[in-house]
């Protein structure tokens, strides 16, 4: 069996497992709201199990790594058809999902320090040491996503269009950034339905 095959099946599992992890971190339930100043918290968070972040980051962990074999394959399939496209695509999926894993893990802190504080009535500290959080990684979170997702897509479409890869050009729709935009949207038009997409969907959205 072809190597790239085997290891694009593994990326794509990492894939879905990335979006079980989010989903842990992310499904907060009804009646959730978002509370604070920047409104950075949400409010079911006290009611979320400490196990739905353990399993969250651990899940991530092995997710990852997966993931990254899909990046492996892509980028021995683009190896032969543009050196420069190739190195521009392997630094952006390399970077963006070693810098991914972190960014989760350090999404998933929040929550657990929040429902830990504002157990001892804390919540306002709790709040403040969020807000310092998410100033620290807002600026690394936004160059993963660029890389990770726009970067890597826009390699792709180049690829399909330019006839790189064997794929049909509609293929050309089946990537990160569509998913993406496709998964802003469903929160903007169904914000209800659609407010607990795992941020693997639409990461964009969860700094709303």
């Known amino acids: 069996m072809n190597t790239d095959f085997v290891l694009g099946v593994i990326g794509l599992a990492g894939g879905l497992l990335c979006a079980v992890a989010d989903i842990l971190l992310d499904l907060k339930g009804p009646g959730n709201v978002k509370i604070g100043k920047h409104k950075l918290i949400d409010s079911n968070w006290t009611k979320m199990s400490v196990r739905r972040f353990s399993w969250s980051v651990a899940v991530a962990a092995v997710a990852v790594p997966m993931y990254y074999m899909g990046i492996v394959a892509m980028k021995n399939q683009l190896a032969a058809a543009n050196s ?11 970077a963006g999902a070693i810098g991914g894993l972190f960014i989760h893990a350090t999404l998933c802190y929040c929550p657990l320090i929040y429902k830990r504080l504002a157990k001892e009535n804390q919540a306002e500290l709790a709040e ?13 979170l936004m160059v993963m996503f660029t890389l990770l997702t726009i970067v890597t897509s826009v390699v792709i479409i180049i690829a399909i269009f330019k006839g790189w890869l064997a794929v049909p050009v509609c293929f050309a729709a089946l990537n990160p950034l569509a998913l993406t935009i496709t998964g802003v949207a469903l929160r903007k038009i169904f914000p209800r339905a659609c407010s607990d997409l795992p941020v693997s969907v639409c990461p964009a959205s969860a700094w709303r």
């Open 84 to 94: 420069l496209l190739v190195n521009i695509f392997w630094i952006a999926g390399t």
């Open 128 to 140: 403040q040491i969020i807000e310092s959080l998410y100033g620290v990684v807002k600026i690394p």
